[in-house]
Protein backbone atom coordinates (compact mmCIF):
# COMPACT_ATOMS: atom_id res chain seq x y z
CA UNK A 1 0.00 0.00 0.00
CA UNK A 2 1.29 3.86 -0.49
CA UNK A 3 2.47 5.89 2.01
CA UNK A 4 -0.35 7.56 4.32
CA UNK A 5 -3.02 4.98 3.14
CA UNK A 6 -6.30 5.29 4.87
CA UNK A 7 -7.46 1.86 6.74
CA UNK A 8 -10.28 1.23 8.49
CA UNK A 9 -10.07 -1.81 11.50
CA UNK A 10 -13.31 -2.76 12.02
CA UNK A 11 -13.29 -4.75 15.81
CA UNK A 12 -9.65 -2.91 16.58
CA UNK A 13 -9.16 -4.12 20.22
CA UNK A 14 -5.26 -2.77 20.78
CA UNK A 15 -4.73 -3.32 17.41
CA UNK A 16 -1.78 -5.89 17.82
CA UNK A 17 -1.60 -5.97 13.69
CA UNK A 18 -0.53 -2.14 13.64
CA UNK A 19 2.42 -3.41 15.53
CA UNK A 20 3.38 -5.22 12.60
CA UNK A 21 1.66 -3.15 10.05
CA UNK A 22 3.17 0.67 11.40
CA UNK A 23 7.37 -0.31 10.80
CA UNK A 24 5.83 -0.68 6.72
CA UNK A 25 3.92 2.18 6.29
CA UNK A 26 4.08 4.52 9.26
CA UNK A 27 2.67 7.38 7.81
CA UNK A 28 -0.43 5.55 7.21
CA UNK A 29 -4.15 6.39 8.77
CA UNK A 30 -6.53 4.33 10.69
CA UNK A 31 -9.42 4.06 11.67
CA UNK A 32 -10.56 2.00 14.31
CA UNK A 33 -13.94 1.08 15.80
CA UNK A 34 -14.54 -0.78 19.01
CA UNK A 35 -17.26 -0.75 21.90
CA UNK A 36 -14.78 -1.52 24.64
CA UNK A 37 -13.20 1.94 25.38
CA UNK A 38 -10.33 0.38 27.99
CA UNK A 39 -8.89 -1.04 24.55
CA UNK A 40 -9.11 2.03 22.56
CA UNK A 41 -7.26 4.01 25.45
CA UNK A 42 -4.50 1.46 25.20
CA UNK A 43 -3.95 1.35 21.26
CA UNK A 44 -4.17 5.23 21.73
CA UNK A 45 -1.18 4.82 24.69
CA UNK A 46 0.83 2.45 22.94
CA UNK A 47 0.32 4.26 19.07
CA UNK A 48 0.00 7.85 20.51
CA UNK A 49 3.00 9.29 17.64
CA UNK A 50 0.76 7.66 15.01
CA UNK A 51 -1.98 9.05 13.01
CA UNK A 52 -5.31 7.49 14.63
CA UNK A 53 -8.85 8.05 14.75
CA UNK A 54 -9.97 6.08 17.33
CA UNK A 55 -14.19 5.64 17.47
CA UNK A 56 -16.18 4.24 20.57
CA UNK A 57 -18.94 2.31 19.22
CA UNK A 58 -20.54 -0.34 17.13
CA UNK A 59 -19.24 -0.84 13.40
CA UNK A 60 -22.77 -1.81 12.75
CA UNK A 61 -24.02 1.96 13.46
CA UNK A 62 -20.70 4.13 12.49
CA UNK A 63 -20.71 5.97 9.32
CA UNK A 64 -17.93 5.10 6.94
CA UNK A 65 -18.30 7.40 4.14
CA UNK A 66 -17.67 6.69 0.52
CA UNK A 67 -14.67 5.96 -1.02
CA UNK A 68 -12.93 6.77 2.05
CA UNK A 69 -10.81 3.87 2.72
CA UNK A 70 -7.79 2.14 0.68
CA UNK A 71 -8.05 -1.08 3.03
CA UNK A 72 -10.44 -2.40 5.74
CA UNK A 73 -9.27 -5.27 8.40
CA UNK A 74 -11.02 -7.18 10.59
CA UNK A 75 -9.25 -9.62 13.47
CA UNK A 76 -11.47 -11.92 14.98
CA UNK A 77 -14.65 -9.31 15.26
CA UNK A 78 -17.08 -10.72 12.68
CA UNK A 79 -17.56 -13.83 14.16
CA UNK A 80 -20.10 -12.82 16.45
CA UNK A 81 -22.86 -11.83 13.86
CA UNK A 82 -24.64 -14.37 11.35
CA UNK A 83 -24.05 -14.20 7.63
CA UNK A 84 -27.54 -11.68 7.88
CA UNK A 85 -26.33 -9.30 10.45
CA UNK A 86 -23.03 -8.91 8.34
CA UNK A 87 -24.59 -8.35 4.97
CA UNK A 88 -25.26 -4.78 5.12
CA UNK A 89 -22.09 -3.98 6.66
CA UNK A 90 -20.06 -5.52 4.10
CA UNK A 91 -22.13 -3.57 2.01
CA UNK A 92 -21.58 -0.53 3.82
CA UNK A 93 -17.71 -1.20 3.78
CA UNK A 94 -17.57 -1.90 -0.17
CA UNK A 95 -18.89 1.55 -0.77
CA UNK A 96 -16.38 3.34 2.08
CA UNK A 97 -13.44 1.21 -0.02
CA UNK A 98 -11.81 3.47 -3.01
CA UNK A 99 -12.19 1.73 -6.25
CA UNK A 100 -8.65 -0.57 -5.84
CA UNK A 101 -9.15 -0.86 -2.05
CA UNK A 102 -9.32 -4.07 -0.44
CA UNK A 103 -10.68 -5.70 2.45
CA UNK A 104 -9.05 -8.03 4.97
CA UNK A 105 -11.15 -10.70 6.90
CA UNK A 106 -8.78 -13.13 9.00
CA UNK A 107 -12.21 -14.73 11.42
CA UNK A 108 -13.06 -18.29 12.82
CA UNK A 109 -15.52 -20.50 9.92
CA UNK A 110 -17.74 -22.88 10.50
CA UNK A 111 -17.24 -26.36 8.47
CA UNK A 112 -20.80 -26.98 8.32
CA UNK A 113 -24.16 -25.93 9.06
CA UNK A 114 -24.37 -27.85 11.41
CA UNK A 115 -21.63 -26.18 13.68
CA UNK A 116 -23.10 -22.81 12.85
CA UNK A 117 -26.52 -24.13 14.27
CA UNK A 118 -25.56 -25.46 17.07
CA UNK A 119 -23.16 -22.58 18.08
CA UNK A 120 -26.08 -20.50 17.39
CA UNK A 121 -28.04 -22.23 19.70
CA UNK A 122 -25.33 -21.84 22.71
CA UNK A 123 -25.16 -18.63 22.33
CA UNK A 124 -28.90 -17.61 22.38
CA UNK A 125 -28.83 -19.85 25.52
CA UNK A 126 -26.38 -17.81 27.18
CA UNK A 127 -28.54 -14.92 26.17
CA UNK A 128 -31.52 -16.35 27.82
CA UNK A 129 -29.82 -17.69 31.03
CA UNK A 130 -28.49 -14.19 31.58
CA UNK A 131 -31.66 -12.25 30.84
CA UNK A 132 -30.34 -10.45 27.80
CA UNK A 133 -32.10 -8.33 25.51
CA UNK A 134 -31.46 -8.03 21.92
CA UNK A 135 -30.53 -4.68 21.81
CA UNK A 136 -27.96 -4.68 24.99
CA UNK A 137 -24.37 -4.84 24.06
CA UNK A 138 -22.75 -8.04 25.61
CA UNK A 139 -19.26 -10.18 24.45
CA UNK A 140 -19.88 -13.65 24.61
CA UNK A 141 -17.04 -15.52 22.92
CA UNK A 142 -18.78 -17.81 21.04
CA UNK A 143 -18.74 -17.40 17.26
CA UNK A 144 -22.02 -17.68 15.13
CA UNK A 145 -20.48 -16.67 11.60
Request: with cysteine.
Amino acid sequence: MHSGCRVIDLGCGTELELDEYFPLNPSAKVTGIDLASGMLNRLREKHSDKKLTLILGSYFDVPFGIEQFDAAVSVESLHHFTADEKRPLYQKLQKSLKTDGFFILTDYFFLSDEEEVFHREELLCLKAEQDIKDNELYHFNEPVS
